[in-house]
């Protein structure tokens, strides 16, 4: 029998970029600075040298990475054979458009010898779009490798990228090798592998404070992109009528699961020995949990342990939230 161990929170790494505005901070509560550039919120992170560090309780101070080394079992339960914490969750504001990119797949990680030969395949979820504000989310119809170099060539590539309108509640499925950009007045929250490979396949053209078109990775970029996958729409979430009423599926893939709760009664999670990440996009809740009491507010994250279930989450009075597990 392994020892309990009680939900945790972690201090956020917060990324300034020159694309960040202020939401996170006045929208989700992020202690900013004055700063008008703060563009990510990096909540639960064992990458490297970026680790999110333990808030409080028993393991104050420590990074996730330690913990993982010292606590695999109790923190992961069926999956503690994981040499590092495989999910990195994050929030992004997007004041303005970011580059137009694209992630290896596994495989393609581990051909590059990229650390730990993992992917990025991810997941966002809208918390707040302006209006007519779009994302960029794979190929149009019959775009293929050749014709994407001409519109390379002619600064044109725009003309082949799919662009949907979205608004707050949507849930784009980004799957690695997927061309993407996220447009201009967005806040949302990402899951992902936790891996930072990033391809710059475009631009827009734009040149940096040196007067210099910025590095694009365009040979890396066309060896990672799927061609047969085409454009991508939101995805259409599925009930989890065994969950509650308003609970549903946003995301499954072999990465991880998102499942989005709207909680006006205590909801409980199985014990089925895995940890879950709860991620509060709206509202107030208290996660019980290993006989401790932690509130989850709005822009917040928790960790529930695999050695923390039976675990339970009480509104107060009302709260939306985003459960992640794999």
């Not at 730990?116 to 119809?141: C, H, M, N, Q, Y």
């Amino acid at each position: 029998m392994l020892p309990p161990m009680g939900p945790l929170k972690f201090i956020p790494l917060l990324k300034r970029i020159r694309w960040g505005g202020r939401r996170l901070g006045d929208v989700l509560g992020k202690s900013i600075g004055v700063e008008a550039d703060y563009a990510e919120s990096w909540e639960i992170c064992d990458l490297s040298a970026d680790q999110t560090l333990i808030a409080a309780g028993e393991f104050a101070g420590s990074p996730l990475r330690k913990l993982m080394q010292e606590h695999s079992p109790e923190l992961l339960g069926r999956h503690s054979g994981e040499s590092e914490f495989p999910l990195l969750i994050k929030f992004l504001d997007a004041r303005d458009r970011l580059s137009v990119q694209v992630h290896p797949d596994d495989d393609l990680a581990a051909a590059a010898f990229i650390r730990g030969g993992r992917g990025k395949t991810e997941a966002w979820v809208i918390l707040a779009a302006e209006p007519g504000s779009r994302v960029f989310a794979g190929l149009k119809p019959g775009v293929t490798a050749a014709s994407l170099r001409q519109h390379l060539d002619r600064g044109r590539v725009a003309e082949c990228l799919h662009e949907v309108e979205v608004s707050a509640g949507d849930c784009l499925y980004i799957p690695a090798g997927t061309v993407h950009a996220i447009g201009e007045g967005i806040l949302l929250a990402e899951v992902q592998q936790s891996s930072n490979v990033t391809f710059r396949l475009f631009d827009w053209n734009r040149v940096g404070g040196d007067g210099k078109l910025r590095e694009l990775h365009i040979e890396q970029s066309l060896t990672c992109i799927d061609f047969a996958r085409g454009p991508v729409h939101p995805v259409v979430p599925t009930p989890l009528l065994h969950a509650g009423p308003e609970s549903e599926l946003l995301a499954s893939c072999p990465y991880f699961t998102i499942h989005r709760h709207v909680v006006e009664r205590p909801l409980s999670f199985p014990d089925d020995n895995r940890c879950r990440i709860v991620i509060a996009l709206e509202g107030t809740s208290e996660c019980v949990s290993s006989g401790e009491r932690h509130h989850v507010r709005k822009g917040e994250t928790i960790l529930i342990p695999a050695a923390g279930h039976p675990a339970t989450l009480e509104p107060q009075p009302r709260a939306v939230v985003l459960e992640v597990f794999w």
